[in-house]
């Protein structure tokens, strides 16, 4: 009996102790993939299990799932529609791998925001040693942090169609820290208004391609100590005069960080500070190669800077960096300064980049072509004006000028365009602003004018702003209109703009004060023309600041409280054929005033008329600031000179003269030029009577 106890209890304990080894571990947990759901209007943390009719309320949430169960396939979390308001932590999730990747991304079609809900230096996503993570197709704002940093030896990151702005003010879009990361991809995402767009620190394989980045704080990307980082297809752009500094900015690369490509990246930078550029290289050991891209630099600042030393032209950084032998310069013809996108069918950026293997769609999903556009974008919106079109507060092609100029900026024009506004008055809200225009050259001009016979007063009311402004515009001429503008100036020529022509204009109650010019030409603008135009002026009539070649013919200029014409600093100016008459008050005190001209040359006073009837002992008709050994820096002649009051004829060498004769000796200048009074019909009409002496007194210009 002891025997047949002892034989059952053994047998017993066996099979109980099988039994224990077929029971499953009750902490094991089955790994996951497939699709997840998250709702932030809809969904539990706590009661919901990620499924499409139970989801979770947050996405930190699908990951800690994903972290407690491991993945074993390609797993994504999708988030309903909405704004997220947390920091979401994506650590080394167990089983993930080339194949078993994680997305995180909205529904098809559903626009989702996350933001960090205001708490310090919080992050919308923090990848925190996660791997083969793809995070897709969010808005992210109100970041206090970075709005995605990446850390902790996190590897084979994606980071897809995103739109990252409004970041905290030290803080960058996306952050790559030099903890052992590698391989980040950044693709076809709209980063603004960070401090860095993106900083690649210390961390090696990364690239960006099919982006947008504009208007960061300091660059849009900046790479330090960093291997292998590849820029393709990238649109950079400055979005004020001063932010960013750089679009680029290579800092503390050495010579072991080598693979650096700049390819098919288009650059457009208008800051007006000297030292700022496109690509700045700060060390010339840094191995890199830059090709296929396009570059624009505008008002003070260059194409590059290169181991502390500024290039300003294309050339230039050439010779300096042995790169760049197939790029361009020139404008991109970007649709705004939020909008990325390239504009006109004649855009310079088509087909002049370079293929690259790997990437075969654009910014937008779109095919790239075997040769494809520089830039984030491959084909261009709009369809290219060309032809006579109207511009009628109702029944016209455009009811304002603004319209009108907004119709160019986005299709461009492959013909001359011409703009005809009906008669009417057309108060435009803000300053009428012509920029650069696609497909613009000497033959494919674009005109403003009135239509035939009509009268046209174009005007605004903005304190302290012009009603017309050019900003890098050529080959623009405005015609036959009258603008006003008692809270600012008329006409502003800016921003390296050529070869405009300002023609039979009536530009009259202007501002008063605050040195706010009838015409504006200022520095860097060039070739521009003011022909046949009557301007009345407050301060000045015509300003010409720091530009060359500019031309002021045939014009009536009457009055203006301080000059008629100020010419500072440049070259090759032109007056001549103009009448200049003060008002009863006295005003201007100086018609032609040429100040600071130390080494400018060139400059022509000929064939004007001038009638000089103010009291003050200081008011000239010419004053100049050359010196007695500038003789051959200008010429004045053939002008009609008449001052019979208290004022002068002319200013020079620190002395005012009284006499054509004591001029001429002073100055050696105005041989053929004659003191009379040139007999204008009236103090504002400067039309000559048939005696007057001007008649055949001048030289063929």
């Known amino acids: 009996m002891r025997s047949d106890s002892v034989h059952r209890f053994l047998a017993i304990s066996l099979i109980a102790a099988s039994t224990v080894l077929l029971l499953p571990s009750r902490t094991a947990l089955a790994a996951v993939s497939g699709d997840f759901h998250v709702s932030t209007a809809n969904g539990n943390d706590t009661t919901g299990d990620g499924s499409s009719g139970s989801p979770w309320k947050t996405i930190q949430k699908g990951v800690n799932h994903l972290q407690t169960n491991g993945v074993d396939g390609a797993t994504t979390i999708h988030t309903d529609q909405g704004t997220y308001a947390e920091t979401v932590t994506i650590p080394a999730l167990p089983g993930a791998a080339a194949t078993n990747t994680i997305t995180i991304k909205p529904d098809a079609g559903e626009a989702v925001a996350v933001t960090s809900n205001g708490l310090d230096n919080a992050e919308c996503f923090k990848v925190n040693g996660g791997s083969y993570v793809v995070i897709q197709g969010f808005e992210l704002k109100n970041c206090d942090g970075h709005a995605v940093t990446v850390t902790n030896g996190a590897a084979h990151v994606t980071l897809d169609q995103l739109y990252i702005h409004d970041v905290g003010g030290s803080k960058d879009g996306v952050y790559v820290d030099a903890a052992g990361n590698a391989d980040v991809k950044i693709k076809r995402s709209r980063i603004a208004g960070t401090r860095y767009g993106v900083f690649f620190y210390g961390s090696d394989g990364n690239r960006l391609e099919n982006c947008w980045l504009m208007g960061s704080a300091e660059q849009c990307l900046r790479i330090e100590h960093c291997a292998n980082t590849k820029a393709y297809f990238c649109s950079f752009l400055n979005t004020s005069e001063s932010n960013p500094d750089f679009l680029i900015y290579f800092d503390a690369q050495d010579a072991g960080d080598t693979g650096t490509e700049i390819k098919n990246c288009a650059f457009k930078l208008t800051s007006s500070a000297a030292g700022d550029s496109c690509i700045h290289i700060s060390n010339n050991n840094a191995p890199f190669t830059s090709d296929y891209n396009s570059f624009y630099a505008l008002g003070g600042c260059a194409v590059g800077k290169y181991d502390g030393n500024v290039k300003a032209t294309l050339a230039d950084w050439r010779v300096a960096t042995s790169q760049d032998a197939n790029s361009i310069y020139t404008n991109p013809f970007f649709l705004g300064t939020s909008d990325l996108r390239i504009v006109g069918q004649a855009n310079p950026l088509l087909r002049a980049g370079l293929q690259i293997e790997d990437i075969s769609e654009d910014y937008a999903g779109a095919a790239r072509a075997n040769f494809p556009t520089i830039g984030a974008v491959e084909t261009p919106v709009g369809t290219s004006l060309s032809g006579t079109y109207t511009i009628a507060a109702s029944g016209g092609n455009y009811s304002s000028f603004t319209a009108a100029v907004t119709a160019l900026k986005e299709n461009g024009i492959d013909g001359p365009v011409v703009f005809e506004a009906a008669a009417g008055t057309y108060t435009e809200a803000n300053t009428v602003e012509i920029p650069s225009i696609c497909g613009v050259s000497a033959t494919n001009t674009i005109t403003f004018k009135a239509a035939a016979g009509a009268t046209v007063e174009v005007k605004n009311n903005v304190e302290l702003a012009p009603v017309f402004k050019f900003v890098d515009a050529t080959h623009v001429t405005l015609q036959s209109l009258e603008i006003t503008n ?216």
């Open 486 to 701: 008692p809270s600012g100036e008329g006409i502003v020529v800016t921003s390296k703009s050529r070869k405009n022509v300002l023609k039979s204009l009536y530009i009259h109650n202007l501002m008063g004060g605050n040195n706010k010019p009838a015409v504006k030409i200022e520095e860097g603008s060039e070739e521009n023309i003011v022909d046949s135009c009557k301007i009345e002026g407050r301060a000045y009539c015509a300003w010409i600041d720091l530009s060359d070649k500019n031309i002021l013919k045939n014009n009536m200029l009457i009055g203006g409280t301080e000059q008629g014409v100020y010419v500072y600093r440049c070259n090759d100016a032109e007056i001549y054929n103009n009448s200049f008459r003060d008002t009863a008050s006295g005003a201007p005190d100086i018609f032609v005033y040429v100040n600071n001209q130390s080494t400018q040359s060139g400059l022509k006073i000929n064939n004007n008329a001038f009638h000089m009837t103010s009291t003050g002992s200081n008011n000239y008709c010419i004053k100049v600031t050359y010196g007695t050994g500038d003789s051959g820096k200008w010429e004045s002649n053939y002008n009609c000179l008449y001052a019979p009051g208290v004022a002068k004829l002319g200013y020079f060498n620190g002395t005012g003269y009284d006499t054509l004769s004591a001029w001429q000796t002073a100055t050696g200048k105005d041989a053929n030029s004659i003191e009379a009074d040139p007999k204008f019909t009236s103090a504002t009409n400067l039309h000559i009577f048939s005696d007057s002496p001007c008649i055949s007194a001048g030289t063929p210009n």
